[in-house]
């Protein structure tokens, strides 16, 4: 079955420093694999997915990834963190039956 | 419309109450979907609507009862809650489910506290 380990619950990061929310996936077949943002008392939104192709995926707000097959990893950055980043974050992966199966996410801090 | 609407945006209810949360999208997609999340969790699946069948039904309590009116409305019926099924109800939705990437829309949620 897929899935998907985020490391860390809580990510502190000053404003202006690079932000690394780590996720690793485990999957039977080729995965596809997404990066969802929640702000406070919001759904989720969708900030970028790995589906066939280029490793290196952009999405929205300045964030991206990339896919490694060989770390079974899917890690999203942004070079720079804006005070309006921090939310929580989490990894998902496509599961059997079409079903999103998502990490257990990682709150973001951002700092003055 | 790229928006999942979701009304009410808080409803508190009794244990004895019926009350329903409604969910809206105009965007043509033909799966939705019904998600919980408690505090500090990431959404768990509850229901998934495809072409306006119940497809899968994660083994969520009958007390909780979904219906799909049309392909734009999804509704979830509240009876005899419990106090621990206060939380946010996420509606989502997908041009289809059975495709290489499902990509989901979520709604901003409905946050239930049963009292």
């Keep these: ?112 | 419309d790229t928006e999942v609407t979701q009304t009410p945006k808080h409803l508190v209810m009794g244990m004895t109450n019926k009350k329903s949360l409604k969910c809206e999208q105009h965007m043509g997609h033909r799966a939705m979907y019904w998600y919980k999340q408690k505090a500090k969790k990431p959404p768990e699946l509850m229901f998934v609507y495809s072409y306006e069948k119940l497809s899968i039904n994660e083994s969520v309590p009958s007390r909780f009862s979904p219906e799909c009116p049309n392909s734009s409305l999804l509704n979830l019926h509240l009876h005899a809650l419990q106090p621990e099924d206060s939380a946010l109800y996420l509606c989502a939705s997908s041009q289809q489910t059975g495709t290489g990437a499902n990509v989901l829309t979520f709604g901003a949620g409905s946050r239930l506290t049963v009292l």
Excluded at chain 1, 12 to 38: H, I, K
Excluded at chain 1, 75 to 86: E, G, Y
Aim: positive net charge; proline residues 4%.
């Design chain 1, 1 to 112: 079955a897929q899935s998907v380990t985020q490391l860390g619950s809580h990510v502190s990061v000053s404003e202006g420093a690079l932000v690394l929310l780590r996720c690793n996936y485990s999957s039977s077949v080729p995965p596809y694999l997404f990066w969802y943002v929640q702000y406070p008392n919001q759904g989720l939104q969708l900030l970028l997915k790995y589906t066939t192709g280029a490793t290196l995926v952009k999405g929205i707000n300045g964030f991206e990834a990339e896919f490694k097959k060989s770390e079974t990893s899917f890690h999203l950055t942004k070079p720079s963190a804006h005070m309006s980043d921090a939310a929580e974050y989490f990894c998902a992966v496509l599961g059997g039956f079409q079903k999103l199966v998502f990490g257990t996410g990682t709150r973001l801090l951002v700092s003055p």
